[in-house]
């Protein structure tokens, strides 16, 4: 068993999941976990106490191991978490997300721009590996600017895709500091 595979076993075994393994000049050893997605639980969050039980298990490990490394980090995946795969996507549906494509895909007929890569909106699933990004392109309103009621909304625009179209998904660093918004139950349509 390579020593990847006993950092895994061992992040596992104490309840976690493993994100990822990084290894950086200078002797950095980097892990991400994370608590694992129970669909229809509350979220739960990677407190410092998790990061801190991972690091002590893993600083025994890595020395029976005999991997060299200088400095070793536990950490969460962040508020800018990269989206992996068809499982994140349905972990975040609902949310705010910066996806990059491989390819633009923007046609003049829909109002995308034809070398558009880039777009940032609500995740929604659509089928079994078929995801739909929506999104309006208004800029947002800046504090203490007044709003006219009769002022109309741009439009919502929207685009199907698939993951392997992705180069690059993350959730949107949003910060309200008013709070967490528990997500809205499905509704009995979808």
């Known amino acids: 068993m390579s020593w990847q595979e006993a950092v895994t076993t061992s992040v596992t075994g104490l309840g976690f999941d493993l994100v990822e393994i990084e290894r950086s000049a200078g002797g950095l050893l980097r892990i991400t976990i994370d608590m694992p997605f129970v ?26 191991e005999n991997v060299d490394y200088h400095r070793m980090e536990v950490g969460s995946p962040g508020i800018d978490r990269l989206l992996r795969g068809d499982a994140d996507f349905a972990r975040f549906a609902g949310e705010v997300v910066d996806i990059t494509l491989k390819e633009p895909i ?14 940032r909106g609500t995740l929604e699933a659509v089928s079994e ?8 392109d208004e800029p947002p309103v800046k504090p203490g600017v007044r709003v006219s009621k009769k002022r109309e909304a741009a439009p919502l625009q929207a685009m199907q895709f698939e993951f392997a179209d992705v180069r690059e998904a993350r959730l949107a660093p949003i910060v309200d500091f008013r709070g967490r918004k528990p997500k809205a139950a499905p509704s009995a349509a979808q």
């Not at 669909?39 to 029976?64: A, M, N, W």
């Not at 007929?109 to 777009?119: C, E, H, I, L, T």
């Not at 590996?129 to 309006?136: A, P």
């Open 39 to 64: 669909p229809g639980q509350p979220e739960q969050f990677i407190t410092v106490e998790d990061c801190e039980s991972v690091t002590k298990q893993l600083r025994f490990l890595l020395e029976v």
């Open 106 to 119: 923007g046609a003049t007929d829909s109002g995308v721009a034809p070398n558009r890569k880039k777009f």
């Open 129 to 136: 590996g078929q995801w739909q990004l929506v999104w309006s």
